[in-house]
């Protein structure tokens, strides 16, 4: 069926026809293209333009082009020839012929030859012919020929293997009691072929024995002759080969022995944290339950016994094919060493052996020798985990020692036995949901049993074994810190019950870093409220207490103190300046909360070498308190410190004579809340102590701040209080050795800068340029001097033009396709509305039809 003819456009026919006088004299029809100048001489190709024949052809050329590869877009239905030499014109058809005959051919053959393996060709295996290796014709060498190792027997088979009975022949002296022969029950003869396979085992065993008899005869009588064989002289071209024969170099020797050392052992896979988890806990289980056993009086059992290897394709009938009976064969000193136990103890299971002591004596053998080693090292390795590293291990180890037999046990020692495990600790614990929990937990043990407690807690309930564990473990950090604190605000406070519970408190910021932030920055901030709150109202504040001491501490422990800013050091440093600066010193206890704070501080910047300067001014605040005259001092003090008043002598000496008998001792912390000195003389001793602590700091800070460009400036007053005003002569010798480096450390940094002052320099004169003379033409437009220039703007200028023009085609073919396209929907939706058109017509014909049907059948009746 063909297509339908085109409909043509004017457009058609004007392109059609060639163009007439008449379009050109058509004023609709043509476009006159005026001139801004006329020029002597210069034809123009463009004064009349015809728009029309202009579109016409370029819709015309997009028909023949973009609309043809429009409609074939996504299409592949063409016919490609590949005939061999089809279109060769160099080839004679015979020649085509017969070489597409032979490819066809080949084609075929391979298809063939697919799974045809060809009989001409010889295949071979490392040389050599699969046909003749498959004879099989190779003679077994082996010094076990007569052991027949892995033969099955006929009658191994027929038992095993169908005909137990029934195919058998029987023998004479199988018969039953009616004379008649009967079959022996497979009972029976598995019984038989134990016998038999023992029987022959025992003789293999005594040739063996006899073999290694006659072969230590046979060395021992060697060894005999040996040295008469050694002392006779060697023939001369032994000897000239020994004399010529070069000796061996370090690097040969070396090399040698490197060939000869033992290699690598793969070691075991590395466990991940959540199995290390598991298994600890599964451990920390089991010996609770043993514990708990024990306080019932029963009797702990060791009931780990090695598991026979058993193969997969053990039938556990208990008969043995064949066993690995050989000794452990060594050489010694000139003899050979056996290693007979291993024969006597199977010949000891042969003897009185059953079924099941021949099947483990045939699934163990060599296995059992090579897998001891490695059993070995495993309960070694275990053992290491159960004792090593921490106290409750220790405290583990020594319960988890067998005890004796319930027969061994009597009631007096059962009894003392269950009250020693009541007074154990247990092994699992819950993780406190309240502090008060906690510290019920907690409370009545001593600071090992503490920490032993919080690591059991901590390995009960490992986040990676339970989907709670992680939030009940952030809530233990918390109750922690607020435990430590409470040990803190004790009096006496439990310092060392706190210095260990930092272990645990580091463990648990490990694992959930951001929970630790926050409950650390929660404690930070609300002290820094109430200390802002006290000086609102008061104007001053106390100095913070001995647990906001250790919590500052902790802080440092736990968080990195160098980062630039950090969400928990940085308000902790903020905190300590802050204190230091708006807390004033009243008594001999806040001069050693100060410090406390000053080497809290010094510990923050030592990493980032940060100038912090309320701890220098503190240091400067300190050491004015133990000069005597404060009429005329060449320095100034900062709060909280006063250049006088009622406490701005609180470290000077009542008597010198007491720094005779002073020895140098460190601060204690419980110092921070009560201190309580009986006499003028503890109280001298404790203000020389205050003021060695302060100069220390001072050298570390100096030390610290070296590098600084304004060193000289922020420690000259420090400088002048040591060297004018600071009553040396008095202290002991080690606080003047103390001052005399303090001294030497700055007076040795101190360097001299000249003034700022103007450059003193010749001024630059201002660039002279050479006028640029630019070629003005073409009325005003500004062209290039050289050839370069020129050529560059002439071929910007083609390239802005022609850039447009594929601009506006671009378009124009855009247009073109969307009108296309266009026409196409109109196309689909006229003939979509014809057909409906055409069923409604139909259907309204066959209704009207039906309805005349109807009525004449109604006229009818």
């Known amino acids: 069926m063909g297509k339908p003819p085109k409909k043509k456009n004017l457009a058609d026919k004007v392109r059609k026809t060639k163009t007439s006088t008449e379009i050109k004299n058509n004023p609709f029809e043509v476009k006159i293209n005026r001139k801004k ?163 022959e085992k025992r003789e293999r065993q005594n040739q063996k024995e006899e073999s290694q008899v006659l072969t230590e005869k046979l060395d021992q009588d060697w060894k005999s002759i040996q040295g008469l064989l050694a002392h006779k002289n060697a023939p001369k071209a032994d000897r000239l080969e020994e004399e010529d024969k070069p000796k061996l170099d370090e690097y040969d020797m070396m090399v040698r022995e490197l060939g000869f050392e033992m290699k690598a052992q793969p070691s075991e896979k590395m466990k991940t944290p959540e199995e290390v988890a598991r298994e600890e806990r599964e451990r920390l289980q089991k010996l609770e339950a043993d514990r708990l056993r024990r306080m019932m009086g029963d009797v702990v059992e060791d009931c780990t016994k090695t598991q026979a290897h058993m193969s997969a394709d053990d039938l556990n009938d208990g008969f043995i094919l064949d066993g690995d009976e050989k000794p452990t064969l060594a050489y010694q000193d000139g003899k050979w060493n056996i290693n007979k136990e291993g024969a006597k103890i199977e010949g000891d299971e042969d003897e009185g052996g059953g079924e099941g002591e021949s099947g483990e004596e045939e699934s163990g053998g060599e296995e059992e020798e090579e897998g001891s080693g490695e059993d070995s090292h495993s309960d070694l390795d275990s053992e290491q985990e159960s004792e090593g590293g921490e106290e409750e291990e220790e405290e583990e180890g020594e319960k988890d020692e067998v005890p004796a037999t319930k027969s061994q046990l009597s009631e007096e020692e059962r009894k003392a036995q269950a009250e020693a495990a009541k007074g154990e600790l247990p092994y699992t614990f819950k993780a406190p949901e309240s502090y008060s929990d906690l510290k019920g937990l907690l409370q009545g043990h001593p600071a090992d049993h503490q920490c032993i407690i919080l690591a059991r807690t901590q390995k009960c309930n490992h986040p990676s074994l339970a989907v709670g564990n992680k939030l009940k473990l952030q809530k233990l950090f918390g109750f922690l810190l607020e435990y430590v604190g409470e040990l803190a605000s004790r009096s006496p406070p439990e310092l060392s019950t706190i210095d260990k519970m930092i272990t645990q408190l580091y463990g648990l910021c490990q694992l959930f870093p951001e929970a630790a932030s926050k409950a650390m920055q929660t404690t930070l901030v609300d002290s820094a409220h109430r200390m802002e709150e006290i000086l609102e109202v008061k104007g001053r504040a106390a100095f913070p207490q001995l647990d906001m001491l250790i919590y500052l501490k902790i802080t440092a422990l736990l968080f990195p103190t160098s980062d630039f800013r950090h969400p928990v050091t940085t308000p902790a440093l903020l905190y300590i300046s802050q204190a230091l600066t708006k807390c004033p010193v009243m008594s001999l206890e806040d001069v050693t909360s100060g410090l406390v704070l000053c080497c809290l501080a010094v510990e923050y910047v030592s990493f980032s070498k940060r100038f912090c300067p309320e701890l220098i001014n503190f240091l400067l605040g ?123 450390t700055i007076s040795g940094s101190l360097t001299s800068r000249p003034l700022l002052v103007f450059q003193k320099k010749k001024p630059i004169p201002l660039k002279l340029f050479t006028p640029k003379i630019v070629e003005v033409l073409d009325y005003g437009k500004k062209r290039g001097n050289t050839k370069e220039e020129r050529e560059k703007e002439r071929l910007n200028h083609k390239y802005k033009k022609e850039f447009k023009g594929a601009l506006r085609e671009i378009r124009k073919d855009t247009r073109f396709l969307a009108r296309e396209k266009l026409n196409e929907v109109m196309g689909r939706d006229a003939e979509r509305k014809r057909k409906v058109k055409e069923l409604f017509g139909s259907l309204a014909t066959q209704e009207g039809e039906w309805k005349a049907l109807k009525r004449r059948k109604n006229s009818r009746h």
């Open 622 to 744: 300190v050491l004015h308190l133990a000069v005597q005259d404060k009429t005329s001092t060449g320095y100034s003090v900062v709060p909280p410190f006063r250049q006088n008043g009622k406490v701005s002598d609180l470290l000077v000496l009542s008597d010198p004579e007491s720094s005779q008998t002073w020895s140098k001792k460190t601060l204690p912390l419980s110092a921070t809340q009560t201190l309580t000195l009986t006499t003028d003389l503890d109280t001298d001793h404790y203000r020389l102590s205050a003021v060695a602590t302060c100069m220390d700091l001072l050298k570390h800070c100096s030390s610290l701040y070296r590098e600084l460009t304004s060193y000289s400036h922020i420690f000259q007053p420090i400088t002048t209080l040591l060297s004018k005003h600071l009553p040396i002569k008095t202290y002991p010798a080690a606080l003047q050795d103390l001052h005399g480096e303090i001294l030497a």
């Open 37 to 199: 100048f006329d020029i002597l001489g210069r034809k123009s190709k463009h004064d009349v333009g015809l728009p029309g024949v202009s579109r016409s052809k370029a819709i015309n050329k997009r028909k023949e082009t973009l609309l043809k590869e429009y409609k074939t877009k996504d299409k592949a239905n063409k016919f490609i020839d590949k005939r061999f030499g089809e279109y060769d014109t160099k080839m004679d058809p015979e020649e085509k012929i017969l070489q597409r005959f032979s490819m066809e051919r080949q084609r075929t053959q391979d298809k063939k030859d697919m799974y045809n393996l060809n009989e001409e060709e010889e295949l071979t295996h490392y040389g050599q012919s699969l046909s003749e290796m498959e004879k099989l014709n190779d003679m077994v060498d082996s010094d076990d020929d007569a052991d027949e190792k892995g033969v099955l027997s006929a009658e191994l088979t027929a038992s095993h293997f169908g005909g137990g009975g029934l195919l058998r022949k029987k023998t004479q002296g199988e018969k039953d009691n009616g004379g008649n022969q009967r079959a022996k029950s497979r009972q029976e003869l598995i019984e038989e072929l134990i016998l038999k396979s023992k029987q």
